[in-house]
C-alpha cells in the first residue's frame, strides 16, 4: 500500500505532462458478462468489414486520412459503429483518421497480424516468437491511446479445416501474450479475442477452447464468420435458431466478425434477425464483409480513384439497419456465465497439448512486457514467420500471464500465473499512462 501511496503521489504531479494525442470523444467499450457496454448501455456491433485494396494487398487503410474521411461519410450514411480493418502499418499515424472515426461515433475493430507478421497455420511453433510478438504489440502500442478502440484480433482464420485444429494452442498464447502485455503496460482493458473462419465443424470447439481454463488465458470476446443466412431465407432456414441455442451458455460476447451470404440478391434480411431478443441475448452484432468491392462481388461500394460509387447492396443495407432498432433495456444480455468445459480431442479437434499447457512465452520477449515493444517493423519489415524454432517449448498455461484487477472479464490471477497487478484501484485518469507504465515496470520486473 505504500507503493500505491508513492504512485498517487508521483500521478499528481505528472499528470499532465503526458500529452493525449487523441480526442477522447468516444464512450470506451467494456465487457460485462456475455455483452459489450458503452457506460451503461448495451453496445451492438453494427460494422462492415473496411480493407480497400483487399486484406492480402497490404496497405493500411486507416493511415490515409483523406479516403478515411471520403468513407466515414458512406459509413455515417449506412448507420454503422464499427469497422473493422484486417491489415495496419504499426509505424504509421493514425490520429487523423481515428479522430475522425471518432467524431462520427464509430470505433475500430483491428486485427494486429499483418501478412508477414502472423501465425503460419502450416507452421504454428515456427511463427510463435519474439519477433512476432514485438510487431503485434507494437500494434497495441498504436492503437491503445484511442477510445475507440473497440477490441483487438489475436488471429483471424488460423484454422480453416479440421487439420489444422492444431494451431490453436498458437493462437490461444498469442491471445494470452496480448493480454499480458496490456495489462503489464497498465493500458485501458481493450477486449482481445480470434476470429474464427465459416467452419462448422470445429468452430464451436475453438469457441470453448479460447474461453476454457485459467482466466489469465481466456478470450475477452468470440467472433466467428457466417454467410449461412442467404436471402431469402429466416432465422429457422438459415440455422441461426440452431446456433443461438447451441452457444446459449456461452460467457463471453459473441459477434459475426463477417456475414453477407451474395450467393443471391443481397436485402440483407438477416439484420432483422441479428437485432432482434431471438440473437441479442446470446449475440452482439455483427460486421458485413465488405466495405469496398474486391472482385469478389461482396461489396457495398466501388472505389475508382478517389471516387465512390455505392451499389445495389450499400442501400440493401443501410435499409436494413435503419429499419432494425437494437432492443430495449439490456437485450436479455447474461451478466455471469462460467468458463467453457475446454473440448476434448476428437476427429473434428486435434490439439494434443494438454488443456492446462500452451506454448510457453517466448524467450526474450518478456522485455517488451518490462520495457514496451519499440518501434514497430510496418509493413516493410523482413517478416516473422521463420523467426522461430520448431521446437514447441510447454508451460503452465497461464505461466508468467500477467492479470489485471481491471481487466474486463475477471481479476484472479491463476495458477502459475503473476499475481494480479489491481491497476484499476488507483482510479487514475487517461492521461496519467506513463506513470502506470512506470508502475508496472517496477511490479513487471518483479513478477517475470
Ligand atoms: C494431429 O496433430 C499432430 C501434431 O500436433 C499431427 O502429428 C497429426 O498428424 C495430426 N493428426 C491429424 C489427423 O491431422
Ligand atoms: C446450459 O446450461 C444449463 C445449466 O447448466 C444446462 O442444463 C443446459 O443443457 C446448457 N445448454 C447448452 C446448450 O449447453
Redesign the pocket.
Known amino acids: 500500500m505504500k507503493t500505491t501511496a508513492a504512485i498517487a503521489v508521483v500521478s499528481g504531479l505528472v499528470s499532465c505532462a503526458v500529452a493525449s494525442p487523441a480526442k477522447r470523444s468516444v464512450t470506451a467499450i467494456t465487457v460485462k458478462g456475455n455483452a459489450f457496454f458503452a457506460g451503461d448501455e448495451r453496445f451492438y456491433i453494427r460494422g462492415v468489414d473496411y480493407q480497400p485494396g483487399g486484406a492480402s494487398d497490404a496497405k493500411d487503410p486507416i493511415a490515409d486520412a483523406t479516403a478515411c474521411k471520403r468513407d466515414i461519410v458512406k459509413f455515417k450514411s449506412l448507420g454503422l459503429n464499427t469497422i473493422r480493418v484486417y491489415t495496419v502499418d504499426n509505424t504509421a499515424d493514425h490520429d487523423e483518421c481515428m479522430n475522425a472515426l471518432a467524431d462520427a461515433g464509430i470505433y475500430l475493430a483491428l486485427d494486429v497480424n499483418t501478412p508477414k507478421y502472423s501465425i503460419n497455420r502450416a507452421e504454428p511453433e515456427v511463427s510463435y516468437n519474439k519477433v512476432y510478438l514485438q510487431s503485434i504489440f507494437a500494434t497495441i502500442d498504436a492503437f491503445e491511446k484511442y477510445d475507440n478502440t473497440l477490441l483487438f484480433f489475436s488471429g483471424n482464420e488460423v484454422i480453416n479445416d479440421d487439420a489444422t485444429t492444431s494451431c490453436a494452442p498458437y493462437v490461444k498464447a498469442v491471445t494470452r501474450d496480448m493480454k499480458s502485455y496490456i495489462n503489464s503496460r497498465g493500458y485501458r482493458s481493450i477486449p482481445v479475442g480470434y476470429s474464427a473462419a465459416d467452419v462448422d465443424s470445429n468452430r464451436f470447439q475453438m469457441a470453448e477452447y479460447m474461453n476454457c481454463g485459467a482466466d489469465a488465458i481466456r478470450s475477452d470476446f468470440f467472433a466467428f464468420n457466417d454467410y449461412s443466412w442467404c436471402d431469402p431465407s429466416s432465422y429457422e432456414i438459415s440455422g441461426w435458431d440452431q446456433k443461438v441455442?447451441?452457444y446459449?451458455?456461452y460467457s463471453i460476447p459473441l459477434f459475426l466478425s463477417e456475414y453477407g451470404c451474395n450467393k443471391n440478391t443481397r436485402k440483407f434480411e438477416e439484420v432483422a434477425s441479428l437485432y432482434s431478443t431471438d440473437m441479442t441475448g446470446v449475440y452482439s452484432g455483427g460486421l458485413v464483409y465488405e466495405y469496398s468491392e474486391e472482385g469478389s462481388k461482396y461489396g457495398l461500394v466501388t472505389i475508382d480513384g478517389d471516387s465512390v460509387t455505392e451499389g445495389a447492396d450499400f442501400t440493401a443495407l443501410k435499409t436494413a439497419l435503419a429499419g432494425t432498432k437494437d432492443p430495449s433495456g439490456d437485450g436479455g444480455y447474461k451478466s455471469d456465465g462460467s468458463a467453457s468445459a475446454c473440448p476434448t480431442k476428437s476427429s473434428t479437434w486435434n490439439v494434443t497439448i494438454a488443456a492446462d499447457e500452451l506454448p510457453a512465452f517466448p524467450s526474450g520477449a518478456d522485455e517488451y512486457l518490462k520495457n514496451g515493444a519499440g518501434t514497430g517493423p510496418g509493413l516493410k519489415g523482413a517478416g516473422s514467420q521463420s523467426s522461430g524454432s520448431k521446437t514447441t517449448q510447454l508451460a503452465d498455461a497461464a505461466s508468467g500471464a500477467v492479470t489485471s484487477g481491471a481487466s474486463a472479464g475477471s481479476s484472479t490471477s491463476s495458477k502459475g500465473a503473476a499475481p494480479s497487478m489491481h491497476m484499476g484501484e488507483f482510479s487514475m485518469g487517461p492521461l496519467v499512462c506513463g506513470i502506470i507504465v512506470l508502475a508496472s515496470t517496477i511490479f513487471g520486473a518483479t513478477l517475470i
Open positions: 441455442a447451441k446459449s451458455n
